[in-house]
C-alpha cells in the first residue's frame, strides 16, 4: 500500500497517482475537456485584502478521470478541493525564479478507489465493510477507521466467535475485545494484530479524537496481513506444511 501516493495532489490535465479501482494495472488520468473548478466565495474576497497571499486561494473542483489502461478505460468521478502553490525554478539565464501553480486534492471517487484487495475467499460481510472504509476514506477517516472495525466485528462471527452470554434468559453481549480474546489458539500468532484494529476502530468513533490518514492505512495494513493469515490458501498451505515437518522432526 502506498499511502505517500494517496495523499498527493494532482494538476488539472494530468496522470493522478490512483490506481484504476476496476482492473488495478492502469493509472488514472484525468479526461480532456472534463475538468471543473472554481475559486470559493470567502477566497474570491479575500483578494481585496491587504494581507491576501497566493496561499489563501481556495477551490472547488469535479473531473472525470479514465484509466490508461487500453482494455480497460474505466471511468470514475471525483471531487474536492483545491490550491495554489508556490515553485521554484531556473530560468534560461539561471536566475532563480517562482511560479505558481494550482493543485488539487481528491474528497470523493465514484467508485470509489480499491485501497488494497482482500484475498478472494474474504466473507462478503468483511469485504462490504472494507468497502464502505474505502469510499471514506478521502472524506472522512475516522469513519472509515470505524467501518475497518465493523469489517473485524464480522470477521469475528465469521470465525464463529460468540457475540453474547446468555443467563436466565437474557443475553450480555460481549464487547469486541472479550470476542477477540475468545479467538482459539491456532490464532494466537495474529491475536496482537485483531486488538490493534480495535485501538484503533475505538479512537475512530470517539468524537473527540480525529484519526489520521496514515492512522487509517495502519488499520488497512493490519487487517489485510488478519486476511491473509485467515483466507489466503498458499500461506495457510505453507503453515501447515511446517507443522507437519515439526511433529515429524524431520521431512513430511
Ligand atoms: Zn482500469
Known amino acids: 500500500m502506498d499511502r505517500k501516493a494517496y ?71 471525483s471531487l474536492g478541493s483545491g ?62 477507521a470505524n467501518h475497518v472495525r465493523i469489517a473485524l466485528e464480522n470477521l469475528l462471527t465469521e470465525l464463529r466467535i460468540k457475540r453474547f452470554n446468555s443467563s436466565n434468559g437474557k443475553r450480555k453481549y460481549l464487547n469486541l475485545h472479550q470476542r477477540i480474546d475468545l479467538l482459539p489458539t491456532k490464532f494466537d500468532h495474529v491475536k496482537e494484530l485483531f486488538y490493534a484494529v480495535k485501538w484503533l476502530g475505538n479512537a475512530g468513533s470517539h468524537s473527540h479524537q480525529e484519526l489520521t490518514f496514515d492512522d487509517v492505512f495502519d488499520a488497512y495494513e493490519i487487517i489485510s496481513q488478519i486476511l491473509e493469515e485467515v483466507y489466503d490458501d498458499r500461506r495457510k498451505k505453507v503453515a501447515s506444511m511446517a507443522k507437519k515437518i515439526n511433529k515429524r522432526k524431520g521431512p513430511r
Do not use: M
Open 83 to 144: 490550491g495554489v502553490d508556490q515553485e521554484y525554478t531556473i530560468d534560461e539565464n539561471g536566475e532563480h525564479d517562482v511560479d505558481y501553480c494550482d493543485f488539487f486534492r481528491p474528497e470523493f471517487f465514484h467508485p470509489h478507489l480499491k485501497i488494497f484487495t482482500p484475498p478472494e475467499k474474504t466473507p462478503e460481510s468483511v469485504s462490504s465493510e472494507l468497502d464502505v472504509s474505502f469510499s471514506l476514506l478521502f472524506s472522512d477517516p475516522s469513519s472509515a
Open 7 to 77: 495523499k498527493s495532489t494532482f494538476g488539472k490535465s494530468g496522470l493522478t497517482p490512483f490506481h484504476c479501482p476496476s482492473c488495478g494495472k492502469g493509472r488514472l488520468k484525468v479526461q480532456q475537456g472534463s475538468f471543473s473548478h472554481h475559486e470559493t466565495k470567502s477566497s474570491r474576497r479575500s483578494h481585496g485584502h491587504e494581507a491576501f497571499d497566493f496561499d489563501w486561494v481556495d477551490y472547488v473542483f469535479c473531473c472525470i478521470l479514465e484509466c490508461t489502461n487500453s482494455n480497460c478505460k474505466e471511468v470514475v468521478s
